[in-house]
């Protein structure tokens, strides 16, 4: 298991050229789902990172396999101590019980070197098994932490960008 994934945003143009001055990594492009001028450039080598301003994520679990060129869902939360307790049991408990249909991996991360900035990572088939999946009443962030108004989260989708110079 890598202990790092490394993220960076950017246009086509300066996610290319970072592509061409790096051709030994696997370095994935994504489009922020439904707005294709929002692109995320992903490095899951869990080697130094490459990209000049990166997203730094600690990785804390994994399960399954990996299938980057899928639906990847993001989900980041500032969790308290009692809170990382309670979310880190559902996370152990849905990595046991066998992932969701149309699911291949999920990654608990932290924000680089802050373990209360949580997030959550998951490659997918596709948008719609996620969809099927979450609108099944099941969801990486609980409703009781959403219902708190001192409690931030932020979901982010991306499918694979079409492909372009940079990818």
Excluded: C
């Amino acid at each position: 298991m890598n202990e790092q994934i490394a993220i960076t945003f950017g246009n086509d143009k300066i996610l290319s050229a970072i592509r061409a001055n790096h051709p030994d990594r696997d370095l994935l492009v994504y489009q922020a789902l439904n707005q294709n001028d929002k692109l995320m450039m992903l490095d899951y080598s869990g080697k130094e990172p490459v990209f000049h301003s990166p997203v730094l994520y600690d990785v804390l679990s994994h399960a399954g396999d990996d299938k980057w060129e899928g639906f990847i869902s993001f989900s980041a939360m500032d969790l308290n101590f009692d809170q990382q307790k309670v979310f880190d049991a559902r996370i152990n408990k849905l990595r046991s019980n066998g992932l969701p249909d149309g699911m291949h991996s999920i990654y608990s991360l932290n924000y680089h070197k802050d373990i209360n900035q949580r997030v959550i990572l998951g490659t997918w088939d596709s948008y719609s098994d996620f969809e099927i999946w979450k609108n099944g009443s099941h969801e990486f962030i609980p409703k009781e932490y959403r219902d708190s108004p001192s409690f931030y989260s932020h979901e982010a989708y991306y499918t694979p960008a079409k492909k372009t110079e940079a990818n």
